[in-house]
């Protein structure tokens, strides 16, 4: 039997569609009901919807064999995984945004508000800026909106969200989209179905 850990959600429903394009299908899935559990017998395989954030958790501790995870879950919780594929779906980008009058003193501690702190402070170490990190879960136009940090480090798709709260993006600097995951010992006992569903997710059939 095959686990496989798909992100409950929007990227979760993109990434199912490209599973049962190749071939791979598991009833009732897209059902609007409160199950989380799904089991294909003529494949065996078994599909769950977990967090988007805990796939990582899931792949990593070989519940699941493999996974599709945001890049900026991976970046974020940097898991004991292999990464075999971008699939191409939830593209965005990571960005630092702030209000439209923004203006940065560096010799200042930056206030950071964001859902991602290790990607946040990974990008500032880099720079050698100093800043105080306020990790939200979620709605984060608002921290700067409201005066509660300087910027913020977010996903942006279309920058709609941006406009509507009248901020702007300060800088990109990861290009980010759905991947799919391996669990190590996984990839290495059940390598020949994972390779086929590579190969087929990849749209070679
Ligand atoms: C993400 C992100 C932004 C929004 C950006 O939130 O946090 O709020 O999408 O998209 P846009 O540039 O197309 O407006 P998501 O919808 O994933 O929900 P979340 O706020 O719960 O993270």
């Not at 990790?135 to 984060?140: A, D, E, F, H, Q």
């Not at 590579?198 to 059939?205: E, K, Q």
């Amino acid at each position: 039997m095959l686990n496989i850990a798909l992100p409950k959600g929007r990227l979760g429903e993109k990434v199912y569609k490209l599973f049962a394009k190749a071939g791979y299908e598991f009833e009732g899935i897209l059902d609007s009901s409160r199950r989380l559990v799904f089991e294909n017998e003529a494949l065996h395989m078994r599909c769950f919807w977990v967090k988007p954030f805990d796939v990582p958790v899931y792949v990593e501790r070989g519940t699941a064999d493999i996974g599709a995870a945001g890049k900026d879950i991976l970046l974020e919780r940097s898991p004991d995984v292999y990464e075999l594929l971008d699939l191409g779906v939830g593209k965005c980008r990571m960005a630092v945004a702030a209000r439209e009058d923004f203006v940065d003193e560096p010799e200042r501690t930056l206030r950071v508000a964001t859902e991602f702190p290790n990607i946040a402070g990974n990008y500032y170490a880099e720079l050698g800026r100093d800043i105080d990190i306020i990790t939200l879960r979620g709605s984060l136009e608002l921290a700067p909106v409201l005066g509660l940090s300087d910027v913020i480090v977010d996903i942006v798709e279309t920058g709609t969200t941006l406009r509507e709260n009248n901020l702007r993006v300060v800088n990109y600097f990861a290009d980010l989209s759905a991947r799919l995951i391996a669990n190590k010992s996984a990839y290495k006992f059940k390598r020949e179905i994972i390779t086929e569903i590579m190969r087929r997710l990849r749209g070679h059939d």
